[in-house]
């Protein structure tokens, strides 16, 4: 008699943070006692509201580039999605985000509820104290309640659920790694630009909160600045843009005269780019150093071992320990003029890796072989649950 596999669904909505997930995927396509499925809850063409859409932008384009197969639900045929559970009879779905808005009704908590779902941080540390209204955000929502499984990203974390969490089972908390710090570490691969060519390439990377709670976002007030950054240096440096992909959503909304004046004066000049692949990983080989207001590219780029600018934005929401530890890994501009000071500082090989405090960072979270670590641990759950 053959030995009976269990059945992991994914949920997709959002290929921008799927390099959280990548590694877990692989592991379970591989593996002999898994059957996997992946499931679109939006695409660019049926996504509703602006962050549904600003997720959404790609997902199939890229799917199909990765090879990866998809079953795709109508939004409004909850019917239809029961069967494809009844058929499947899904032992864990994975879920990439907490936040409702961002889904469907018929992938939001309480349709999902009734399977073990299961979740693992679209955001590679946890960096700030998140709590609105006296509760914490990032562990404390009705999707952490509903959930079966959460694999913390960071001791940190796992610390905070058992704070914050007010449901019952603390124990679905677990921590064994960091994911997506996993993915980014080994598919890097280094390319050496500036020590070839003498040319910085510089990756920006500004944040979508210019307004709200994270108050981190400064794009507003220094973009034209990075348009004259690159304006005055043609053979010095180039600087691709690779923005949150919420980011001009909102910008466009808000602000669209500016907007529409840096994406033409941009897109004029010799020396400036745009990325908006779903993975970072290729513009982090491409680049030589990074410029950032957050949020977690403050921890994902560092621990490539480049140096990385975080320009800070006054008023921001307070990090926690680990967004303290990260930022440390930083250098810290408060304006462009330090920014270009720091530039200058790279030029002549007077803006090292800040070793010590990456060092510190790295003891605390763990980026090895932990994807093969979350399967065998629902594996091992399955079998204690059904003896499969």
Not at 71 to 93: G, M
Not at 300 to 306: L, S
Request: glycine letters at 4%; a negative charge.
């Amino acid at each position: 008699m053959s030995e009976k596999k269990i059945n992991i669904v994914f949920v997709l909505h959002n290929m921008y943070v799927w390099d959280a997930l990548s590694q877990v995927y692989q592991e379970c396509l591989a593996h002999p006692k898994i059957n996997t499925y992946v499931v679109i809850a939006n695409d660019e063409h049926s996504a509703v509201g602006i962050s549904q859409r600003a997720y959404s932008t790609k997902l199939t384009e890229y799917l199909l580039e990765l090879k990866i197969p998809y079953f795709k639900i109508p939004r409004n045929d909850p019917a239809l999605l029961q069967k494809f559970f009844d058929d499947i009879k899904p032992d864990y779905v994975f879920r990439q985000y907490p936040w409702e808005d961002d889904y469907p009704e018929i992938f939001q908590t309480p349709s999902l509820s009734r399977y073990k779902m299961v979740y693992i941080p679209y955001f590679a540390v946890d960096l700030t104290h998140f709590v609105m209204n006296g509760n914490h955000m990032e562990v404390n929502l009705p999707f952490h309640h509903g959930c079966h499984r959460i694999y913390c990203n960071s001791p940190e974390m796992l610390e905070e659920s058992q704070r914050s969490y007010t449901g019952g089972g603390k124990d679905k908390f677990v921590y064994l790694g960091n994911t997506k710090l996993e993915h980014i570490i080994s598919s890097h691969k280094p390319l050496h630009n500036f020590e070839r060519t003498g040319k910085i390439n510089i990756l920006w990377c500004p944040h979508h909160s210019i307004d709200g709670m994270l108050n981190l976002g400064t794009f507003v007030q220094n973009c034209m600045d990075f348009v004259w950054l690159a304006r005055q240096n043609p053979q010095l440096l180039h600087i691709k843009l690779r923005a949150h992909p919420f980011l001009f959503v909102k910008l466009e909304a808000m602000y669209p005269e500016l907007t529409a004046r840096f994406k033409q004066e941009w897109a004029a000049l010799p020396n400036t780019s745009v990325d908006e692949n779903w993975d970072c990983v290729a513009s982090f080989s491409w680049s030589d150093l990074q410029i950032t207001d957050g949020l977690s590219f403050l921890a994902e780029y560092p621990v490539i071992g480049k140096p990385s600018i975080f320009i800070e934005k006054e008023g921001h929401m307070p990090f926690n320990a680990n967004g303290e530890l990260a930022v440390a890994c930083n250098y810290v501009a408060k304006n462009m003029q330090d920014v270009v000071g720091y530039l200058q500082d790279f030029l002549k090989n007077k803006l090292p890796v800040k070793q010590e405090q990456l060092t510190t960072f790295r003891n605390q979270i763990a980026c090895e072989g932990v994807a093969k670590k979350i399967v065998e641990d629902l594996l091992n759950q399955a079998k204690l649950q059904t003896g499969v």
